[in-house]
């Protein structure tokens, strides 16, 4: 707004800009030279309470031509000034002839007011001149500025939210898995629970149904035995049923090809064995697709979730121990039932070696090859049709369950990061507390040479926390002569 512009609007916009001027400037506007002031400056301190509105007026944006009328006469504007609430008394006479010097908005003034009308656009200004009462543009301003700071306020809470809980579900999903020492410790008759083909059951309710035949009844005591345990010795799935595609009727017509179990004690563990045949009068048990008809289905209605193992207990087994366990694409497979069958003296034939012989290659490296071998697995060279065919058949006799992830860095960066701020937190807090404490005796001030200004803006407060400052202040041990209380009406005070 150049200066003819503002010589048309009320006397008390000028007081405005030139109480403005005076403290922007460092009094570069000589009041002495205004005339119509009665004070030695050139203006009334008042003035120098509105200096905020007068800039907020500069980057609001916002005109002041519908707030005012400048055909008024100096006599009407000095009586129109008395009725505005801009710390310009009645009783005064404001200045009516003033030079009015137009301030340059800074870079960040300007970017501050576009962010401000970025974020409350969607408020009108007619809503809040007319239903919140605000006429003045430099009020609608500030409110703006306030709602604006508000609304980053709320944006900040809500990223610091979502990275202390939203973001560690992102990188790191929930997971229902167990591992087996978990599953152990769920043997009680109300929290029963057991792993089969690396999935785990809750087997709390099915114990108490009733199951088997009145002349061999499974009794709730009996299927305790089960609870904690992994029980696929007592379920073992014949290997043509659970591999159709690698072993051919001819070679089992009737089923009857099991895997030797290498652990002779999990055998003993349980008091029944679910093989196809055990029991002639057992319409499911006499059935060849057992398993896959009855035992998956009635299982499935009391899955809750995978079996998972520590990575670093599994390369262990097959660094330490020369065991068949093995790792691909993250899914975990135990192929010692398998070389445990080949070994076995009464299994002769190529029958019997019916996954591909680089399985058996990558699996038999007596400990000497990597744990993960997806990338072995990936490199052998098969059409799809035979890689499915023995992936299906491994998923079905040979998995156990997953790698247990969720103590990786992944799982864990958001617990390191939160308490990384924490650290941090408390780092700042000790050395406030270091620094507060007073370990040598009070040391007098000495006597200034110079003024000591004491500076304080007000913008709120009432007259009982003024009273309390300014008493605060004369209280200090300075001299009274060097001392200066300068008081800054910032505000609706």
């Given amino acids: 707004m150049n200066q003819s512009e503002w010589s048309a609007t009320p006397s008390y916009m000028g007081d405005i800009m030139a109480s403005s001027q005076t403290i922007n400037n460092g009094g570069h506007v000589n009041r002495s030279q205004i005339p119509g002031t009665g004070h030695p400056m050139g203006a009334s301190p008042t003035y120098g309470m509105v200096e905020r509105q007068a800039n907020a007026m500069y980057a609001s944006g916002e005109t002041h031509h519908d707030d005012v009328s400048p055909t008024k006469t100096p006599s009407e504007q000095t009586a129109y000034n008395g009725n505005l609430n801009t710390g310009i008394i009645g009783s005064e006479k404001a200045p009516v002839h003033e030079t009015v010097q137009d301030l340059e908005i800074t870079r960040a003034r300007r970017t501050w007011t576009f962010i401000t009308w970025l974020l409350t656009w969607w408020i009108p200004s007619p809503f809040l001149k007319w239903c919140g009462g605000m006429r003045r543009p ?218 591909n012989d680089h399985i058996a290659n990558i699996f038999d490296d007596k400990g000497a090859g990597s744990t993960d071998v997806t990338k072995e697995w990936s490199s052998i060279p098969w059409g799809a049709k035979e890689h499915q065919a023995n992936y299906n058949c491994m998923k079905n006799l040979f998995y156990v369950g997953r790698v247990d992830d969720r103590k990786t860095v992944r799982c864990l960066f958001t617990n390191y990061m939160l308490l990384a701020f924490a650290c941090v937190l408390m780092t700042i807090v000790l050395v406030k507390f270091l620094a507060a404490l007073q370990f040598g005796s009070k040391n007098r001030p000495l006597t200034p040479n110079k003024f000591v200004i004491c500076q304080v803006p007000c913008y709120t407060e009432d007259e009982a926390s003024l009273l309390k400052t300014i008493d605060s202040l004369a209280g200090l041990e300075y001299d009274d002569k060097h001392k200066l209380i300068f008081i800054i009406c910032d505000g609706n005070i």
């Fill in 138 to 355: 430099d009020v609608r301003m500030a409110w703006r500025e306030k709602v604006a700071i508000c609304i980053i306020i709320f944006f900040i809470w809500c990223v610091l939210l979502f990275v202390i809980i939203g973001l560690g579900l992102l990188l790191c999903p929930k997971e229902y898995v167990w591992t087996m020492d978990e599953i152990a410790g769920r043997n009680a008759a109300d929290d029963a629970m057991i792993a089969m083909r690396g999935r785990v059951y809750d087997i709390t309710q099915f114990m108490n149904q009733k199951h088997g035949l009145k002349t061999y009844e499974a009794t709730k005591e009996l299927m305790l035995l089960y609870a904690g345990q992994d029980v696929n010795a007592s379920f073992p799935i014949a290997i043509r049923t659970a591999c159709p595609s690698l072993v051919s009727q001819k070679a089992d017509p009737k089923y009857s090809m099991y895997l030797s179990v290498a652990d002779i004690t999990a055998l003993q563990t349980f008091p029944f064995t679910h093989k196809v045949g055990t029991l002639p009068s057992s319409k499911e048990l006499s059935s060849q697709s057992f398993y896959g008809k009855y035992v998956i289905p009635t299982m499935d209605k009391f899955k809750k979730g995978d079996v998972v193992w520590d990575y670093d207990w599994i390369k262990s087994m097959h660094k330490d121990q020369g065991k068949y366990w093995r790792v691909i694409n993250k899914e975990v497979f135990n192929l010692e039932d398998y070389f445990a069958t080949m070994d076995y003296p009464g299994n002769t034939g190529n029958k019997w070696r019916f996954l």
